[in-house]
Nanobody, 124 residues
């Protein structure tokens, strides 16, 4: 059974940094896409960053390019999202997701499994 568990959310002032983690289990290391998505109150869910597990190719939303970095440690079965220069508009529930057996890791495609989310709140 695929399981994704996020951690690392919290409250921070604008300009600060946070690092999110997502530990995953239930599937073997292979050709998958893993990503971070977010949803703010009253808004649709949007893709933030994604990464292919073997090629390392990454995708970023324009709104976070240059500020956020997605990375992965396969030995620890953990996906990370380092968020720098945070803005108030980054406030949202952040979700980790996986798209199994795929090489198409764009943020616009469907992801199969989702974590429960971790809240990030940025204050001015």
């Amino acid at each position: 059974q695929v399981q994704l568990v996020e951690s690392g959310g919290g409250s921070v002032q604008a300009g600060g940094s946070l690092s999110l983690s997502c530990t995953y289990s239930g599937y073997t290391y292979s050709s998958h896409c893993m990503g971070w998505f977010r949803q703010a109150p009253g808004k649709e869910r949007e893709g933030v960053a994604s990464r292919h597990t073997t090629t390392g190719r990454t995708y970023y939303a324009d709104s976070v390019k240059g500020r956020f970095t997605i990375s992965q440690d396969n030995a620890k079965n953990t996906l990370y999202l380092l968020m720098n220069s945070l803005k108030v508009e980054d406030t949202a529930m952040y979700y980790c997701a996986v798209r199994l057996w795929s090489s198409d890791c764009r943020l616009s495609v469907d992801y199969n499994y989702w974590g429960q989310g971790t809240q990030v709140t940025v204050s001015s």
